[in-house]
């Protein structure tokens, strides 16, 4: 083994944390292989030549995925109704400008988008990582089924606006970063 490969797996060894608790796992590596453990942590395997995955078998009972425990904090109501004003009021704005697609519709197609997201602010939105794509489908497919124009238009420039907009403002909201 070349001196850098030394290096770089004595220096990777070092910066990993070890679990002393939990028995080093099994492993079934692949021919022409090298194989090394990770201070009973676990073991690894890197192969030069297959291509196909190497086997790590693990037993470790105290180990816990940490982001399956992260509660998203409840819906805001106020900041629901803020927030679905601001969005009305872009959506006006951007959909009106769109006359030969909307017509005399944009206030319905705004009014069903409002709904929709409003609905998912107050009963599902918990800050960032929780903007879902469902609500703008469901905007999409709803005006689409009630035989107005521009249904994915429409949601397009919701998502837009929201992705740039939604998750920024709720750290404002909440004085978080």
Do not use: Q
């Amino acid at each position: 083994m070349g001196s850098l490969s030394k290096a770089l797996i004595s220096s990777t060894l070092l910066s990993l944390p070890s679990f002393p608790s939990s028995p080093t796992p099994s492993i079934s590596p692949p021919p022409s292989s090298l194989s090394f453990a990770f201070k009973n942590s676990f073991a690894y395997s890197l192969s030069s030549k297959k291509t196909t995955p190497f086997l790590l078998s693990f037993s470790l009972p105290n180990f816990i995925c940490k982001a399956a425990e992260y509660k998203f904090p409840d819906p805001i109501p106020e900041f629901a109704d803020v927030e679905t004003d601001k969005f009305r009021s872009h959506l006006l704005k951007k959909l009106s400008k769109e006359e030969v697609i909307y017509g005399d519709s944009v206030e319905e197609v705004v009014g069903i988008c409002g709904e929709i997201f409003s609905t998912f602010l107050h009963t599902e939105y918990g800050g960032p990582g929780t903007l879902l794509v469902i609500p703008f489908i469901d905007m999409a497919d709803t005006i689409d089924e009630r035989g107005l124009p521009g249904g994915p238009e429409a949601a397009r420039a919701a998502v837009k606006w929201a992705t740039d907009h939604v998750d920024k403002d709720w750290k404002e909201w909440t004085g978080t970063n």
